[in-house]
């Protein structure tokens, strides 16, 4: 069961983006062909566990899946591909000021699992003092951080890492993300086996190769989007 407070008028971008991420936690869960109930959807490690997530995120940005919108609601709008590109360009902009950032959140949430963390506030002062921005005085994000204490203490990182092995689980799709063969294979090997095999195993399996941290990269130099999208062929080896 999903719950959400969505608008009831029409979602938009975010909040679309926000339903097919959440919908990716759903389908992990729904196609678990697990033995063990145990082991079943998101019962996985929790770095990997926001991959299929965050993975499922780009079929509410990739022309393709858009424009099914058009069959269930064929009254509708259609889509207008222009504004699909105008929209991933507005998504790209600004993305190393987003990622510097979850690194340094990570690095924090890091920094407290240490042997000795001394106090929250002081060790945030000092390293937020040493990014580009610099620390604001009187602001005080450590209060704000529910993540710490909300069952990702020392795996913050995990959002990070997930997204590469998500955006390298996106190549084999190529410029379709509606390949059936491709959804099959993912869901047979990804999905169906939720925690009974290591996540680095069935990532191995899906692609056939090693992964790579190549779309990552492309994603946050704001080389990788609906207007140039990424091929399997570049991504051998
Ligand atoms: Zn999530």
Not at 2 to 17: I, K, M, P, S
Not at 187 to 201: E, F, K, T, W, Y
Not at 206 to 233: D, H, M, N, V, Y
Request: charged share 25%.
């Amino acid at each position: 069961v999903l719950v959400t407070n969505f608008n009831r008028d029409g979602l938009d971008q975010n909040e679309l983006e926000t339903l097919f991420h959440e919908f990716g936690h759903v389908l992990h869960g729904v196609l678990s062909q697990t033995r063990y109930l145990l082991h079943a959807g998101t019962a996985v490690r929790r770095d990997f566990v926001e991959a299929p997530s965050q993975m499922y995120e780009e079929w509410a940005r990739r022309p393709e899946s858009l424009k099914l919108f058009n069959e269930t609601c064929p009254s509708c709008k259609p889509i207008d591909l222009k504004l699909v590109e105008r929209m991933d360009a507005a998504r790209r902009f600004g993305q190393g000021v987003k990622y510097a950032r979850q690194r340094l959140f990570a690095t924090y949430d890091m920094a407290l699992a240490s042997e000795k963390p001394g106090d929250p506030m002081d060790v945030w002062v000092a390293m937020e003092s040493k990014t580009i921005v610099g620390h604001v005085q009187g602001s005080q994000f450590p209060g704000t951080f529910g993540h710490i204490v909300g069952g990702y203490a020392a795996g913050y990182y995990g959002y990070m890492w997930s997204e590469v092995l998500a955006l390298d689980m996106l190549s084999p799709f190529g410029d379709n993300l509606m390949n059936p063969k491709v959804g099959r294979r993912y869901r047979d090997i990804v999905l169906a086996n939720g925690g009974q095999v290591a996540p680095m195993q069935l990532v191995k399996q899906f692609l056939g190769r090693e992964p790579s941290p190549e779309a990552f990269f492309q994603e946050i130099t704001g080389q990788r989007g609906a207007a140039r999208p990424i091929s399997a062929k570049e991504h051998k080896g």
